[in-house]
C-alpha cells in the first residue's frame, strides 16, 4: 500500500537543486560550503584570543584554572566539528569548497548576496575584534599593574 503524501511533504522529500557550487542539496556534508582556508582563519583568530589572554591574565592561580578551563573549552568547541566534518566527508566523499571557487562565486545571506572576501570579513571580524581587544585589555592591566 503506498503512502499518500501532502505537497508540502512531497517538497521535504525531494532533494533541492542546490546553486554553482553544489550548495544546498541533500548529502551534502555540513562545512562544505566554504574553503578550509576560512576555517584555519577562524580556529587561528581564536587561538590568537587564548594566547593573548594567557599572555595578559595568566599568573595567577585561579586566572591560570579558569584560562585552563577556557582553553580546554576552545579545544573541544574546534575538534568536535572538526572531526564531525571529516568523519562525514569520508564517507560522503566530500570536499570543502575550493577557494577561488567560493572568492568568484560569494555567499547568499538573509540580506542579499555577498562576494566571498567581505563574507570571509563578515566571519572573521568578530574574532578580529575579539583579539584586539583581549590585547588591549591585557596592555592596560598591566601598565596599571606596573
Do not use: K
Amino acid at each position: 500500500m503506498s503512502e499518500q503524501r501532502s505537497p508540502h511533504q512531497e517538497r521535504l522529500h525531494q532533494p533541492e537543486r542546490g546553486d554553482a557550487l553544489g550548495r544546498g542539496g541533500e548529502g551534502r556534508v555540513p562545512g562544505a560550503e566554504l574553503p578550509a582556508a576560512l576555517y584555519a582563519s577562524l580556529i587561528a583568530a581564536f587561538g590568537a584570543v587564548l594566547l593573548v589572554s594567557w599572555w595578559a591574565f595568566g599568573g595567577g592561580d585561579d586566572s591560570n584554572l579558569s584560562l585552563a578551563m577556557a582553553t580546554v573549552l576552545g579545544l573541544v568547541f574546534f575538534v568536535l566539528p572538526v572531526l564531525s566534518y571529516r568523519t562525514a566527508a569520508r564517507r560522503c566523499g566530500a570536499s570543502c569548497t575550493p577557494l577561488e571557487a567560493f572568492l568568484r562565486a560569494g555567499v547568499d545571506t538573509a540580506t542579499g548576496p555577498l562576494s566571498g572576501r567581505h563574507a570571509w570579513l563578515q566571519i572573521l571580524i568578530i574574532p578580529a575584534a575579539l583579539v584586539l581587544a583581549a590585547l588591549l585589555i591585557g596592555i592596560v592591566a598591566a601598565s596599571m599593574a606596573s
